[in-house]
């Protein structure tokens, strides 16, 4: 049997952790004069910094910056193999004139802590896009000389244009040249404005359950519209939480795209690759849906030889009883098992076999 992976799995290095304690802007971290009793909150979400907002930020605690408390969450969870990023919202809010080296100092801590963890912790590096194309690609020629890195994770704000931005093609060419899958992952969700005057309410629900597969749908489609996967046919990525929507809307997508007169007038119709081509071809999914029915519409867009396992720790921590195995890994490997039945093979590849085949682990 292939090993258990997860490859949507964050940590917050201590170098990251104490840039966050050092801020008063989003992103930071401290404890509210306020609501001293709440302890330590972590605030990353463009919307959750309202003092009125029953979302301001969530608790943090060791889980989400102490290896020894990944290894603890993986043996308890029967997961053998891991590979870490730096969750949101990354280098995005850095400085121009510090992001590189931040960015080297954080691959550096996480290649420390991977090694410290023979075969059981790899990694996606963490990009200085905010300091341009070219400190970029710099940095991800340098994680090619780490030995546990198999890719990078973004965002989908790109070098802040977008995943549409032709100013990114210097960097979609050297990780199509280097071989380095891109985990795109999303952080800035919807408008607040979309979820209205009553969202405060409703916690982080309508963010997280909507803004962010939303996001990560808009983003990648921005990105194939614009022709990322006709002029970079070797890139790879892995989208977060099953490709957001994009499985479920590829269809309408595809379709709006045959039906517009302005695309045919440009000639951007005949000879470009179709959205299930690329799905099948330069796109990886994580199972993070926690649902069959989504799970479903994942395998039937890629193909089940391309979905892997992912549970998203730190984050979706259990809110009674931490210390029992957690609900969201829970409903995720039940989602998994549900999809494959008897097909024991299947079920095996998501939850590892792909993982190692795709990211060479081990
Ligand atoms: O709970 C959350 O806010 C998040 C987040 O910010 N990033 C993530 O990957 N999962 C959940």
Redesign the pocket.
């Known amino acids: 049997m292939a090993p258990v992976v997860d490859v949507?799995t964050?940590i917050y290095p201590p170098a990251y952790v104490s840039l966050l304690r050092s801020r008063t802007d989003v992103p930071y971290m401290r404890t509210f004069a306020d609501n001293p009793s709440a302890g330590e909150r972590l605030v990353?979400?463009p919307s959750?910094d309202a003092a009125t907002s029953t979302a301001r930020g969530?608790p943090i605690g060791p889980e989400y910056y102490e290896e020894e408390e990944k290894i603890k969450f993986m043996d308890k969870h029967n997961i053998d193999i891991s590979v870490i990023s730096l969750?949101?919202p990354w280098l995005d809010w850095c400085d121009a004139s510090d992001a590189a080296s931040v960015a080297t100092q954080i691959n550096d801590d996480v290649e420390q802590v991977c090694s410290r963890h023979p075969g059981r912790l790899y990694a996606f590096g963490t990009l200085p896009l905010s300091a341009g194309a070219d400190a970029v690609v710099a940095e991800i020629k340098r994680l090619t000389t780490l030995s546990h890195f198999r890719g990078v994770i973004i965002g989908t704000s790109g070098l802040g244009n977008g995943l549409d931005d032709p100013a990114l093609e210097p960097i979609w060419a050297a990780l199509q040249s280097t071989k380095q899958l891109v985990f795109l992952?999303?952080?800035y969700g919807l408008p607040a404005s979309v979820y209205g005057d009553r969202a405060a309410e409703y916690g982080?629900v309508l963010?997280?359950a909507l803004g962010?597969p939303l996001e990560t749908t808009i983003a990648i489609t921005r990105a194939i519209l614009s022709g990322v996967f006709d002029k970079f046919p070797g890139l790879e990525m892995l989208l977060?939480h099953s490709g957001g929507t994009l499985p479920f809307l590829a269809g309408r997508i595809e379709s709006c795209i045959a039906h517009d007169g302005h695309l045919k007038q440009a000639s951007k119709i005949a000879g470009r690759r179709s959205i299930w081509d690329i799905l099948k071809a330069n796109i990886y999914l994580d199972a993070v849906v926690y649902g069959e029915a989504g799970l479903k519409a994942a395998m039937e867009a890629s193909g089940k030889d391309r979905l892997m396992f992912g549970t998203?720790h730190p984050?979706?921590p259990p809110l009674e009883d931490e210390d029992n195995e957690w609900l969201s890994v829970k409903t995720n490997e039940k989602a998994v098992s549900g999809v494959f039945g008897s097909d024991d093979q299947g079920r095996d590849d998501v939850m590892g076999g792909n993982a190692v085949r795709v990211l060479r682990l081990g």
């Open positions: 949507h964050h990353i979400l959750e969530r969750a949101n992952h999303p952080h982080h963010p997280l962010f977060a998203d984050f979706f």
